[in-house]
Structure formats: structure tokens, C-alpha cells
């Protein structure tokens, strides 16, 4: 799978969990906290799953 396609999906998913951190009234530091250490994440994950390994 491409870079993009985890990317594209985690940028969904870290848009719903603002929305929905937004409709239950947290205030808007806390909500940038959490959009910025999902984001450190989801570059992590989808930078260790997409790499592709050194022939032997």
C-alpha cells in the first residue's frame, strides 16, 4: 500500500476525532494537542508500514 493511502486515511480519522472532540465542548488547546501527536503518529506508522526493506 502507498504512503498516500495511509495518509489520506489517517487524515479522516484525525479529522473526525477533532470534530467530535469539538462537539463535546474540549477546549480548543486540547484539541490541537491531540491533532498534533495523532499526526506525529500517523507519519510514523505509515512511514514504517510503506518502507520498503533493503535487499539482502
Known amino acids: ?3 498516500g493511502l495511509y495518509l489520506a486515511g489517517y487524515v ?3 479529522i473526525g ?3 467530535g472532540a469539538h462537539l463535546l465542548n ?3 488547546k486540547w484539541i490541537a ?7 506525529g503518529l500517523a ?6 508500514v510503506t518502507r520498503h ?3 539482502t
Open 43 to 48: 507519519l510514523a506508522h505509515g512511514v514504517r
Open 17 to 19: 476525532i477533532g470534530i
Open 26 to 28: 474540549v477546549p480548543p
Open 1 to 3: 500500500m502507498s504512503f
Open 12 to 14: 479522516i480519522f484525525i
Open 33 to 39: 494537542v491531540i491533532v498534533l501527536c495523532l499526526v
Open 53 to 55: 526493506r533493503d535487499p
